[in-house]
């Protein structure tokens, strides 16, 4: 499958599953934006490592959880490679805090983590969509978690805020509906700096997946692939991708 003459804005894709999923796009001919918020070294080397593979790629700065910079980076994305074919929402933060201790949870890491985490893709949506109806076949895909069905997670918002997502790409795919597909991906337990997850909480984890395996960020990657460019009859659904876990639980 080539994607040759088709451009994809990566939210968040400095790191982890957002370079994967730019990486990807690339390998298959797309025309990537790499966005960034703060971690602009790392979202220049992305873009380094597409272009020496003979790939388009360039990277934009924006806060997605700031409604004018979303739009600046559509606009952006537009001066550079005249259109949007795809819109890929996968910046997110979190930070790690008990379940339980819920008086850690303040006002600004609640407004943080919804900003960026929920506020942050409908922003994008909302700037990348006039440029998206005007390209036939074009997709949104989300990137949620299974902390949205299973209420875990780094923290009790952090779940929430991905939930959101999953219920926000429903209504996105009815209100965008039939020009703009809109799915959404759940990433389990993934190995990638996100959060400050320990080496030794990914093993131990990974040692009751039903698979052995935890879910790498080229299996998201492959997935987000999937919704945007193949699944042309399927808008509104949701992918768990995550060794079995969600599902069927652990395997002891």
């Known amino acids: 499958m080539r994607l040759d003459d088709k451009v994809a804005v990566v939210t968040g894709a400095g790191t982890g599953m957002g370079r994967a999923i730019a990486e990807l796009f690339a390998r298959h001919g797309a025309k990537v934006v790499v966005n960034y918020s703060s971690s602009r070294d790392a979202a220049v080397e992305v873009v380094a490592a597409i272009q020496a593979e003979g790939g388009a790629a360039v990277a934009v700065g ?94 009790i918002v952090y779940a929430a805020s991905k939930a959101g997502v999953v219920t926000m790409t429903k209504s996105l795919a009815r209100a965008l509906a039939p020009g703009i597909r809109v799915n959404v991906v759940l990433p389990g337990f993934v190995r990638t700096r996100f959060a400050g997850w320990t080496k030794e909480s990914f093993d131990a984890t990974e040692k009751i997946t039903p698979l052995r395996q935890l879910a790498s960020v080229e299996d998201v990657a492959e997935a987000t692939l999937f919704f945007a460019a193949v699944a042309k009859s399927t808008t509104g659904e949701s992918l768990v991708v995550d060794g079995g876990m969600a599902t069927l639980g652990p395997s002891l």
């Open 62 to 155: 924006a806060d997605v959880s700031k409604e004018a910079e979303a739009m600046a980076l559509m606009d952006a994305t537009e001066r550079e490679y005249g259109r949007i074919d795809y819109l890929i929402n996968n910046a997110g933060w979190s930070t790690r805090i008990p379940h339980a201790q819920l008086g850690d949870l303040t006002d600004e890491i609640w407004d943080h983590t919804l900003n960026v985490n929920l506020r942050g893709v409908f922003y994008c949506v909302r700037a990348a969509t006039p440029f998206l109806k005007l390209q036939q076949g074009s997709s949104i895909v989300n990137i949620s978690s299974v902390a949205s069905i299973t209420g875990q997670g780094s923290s």
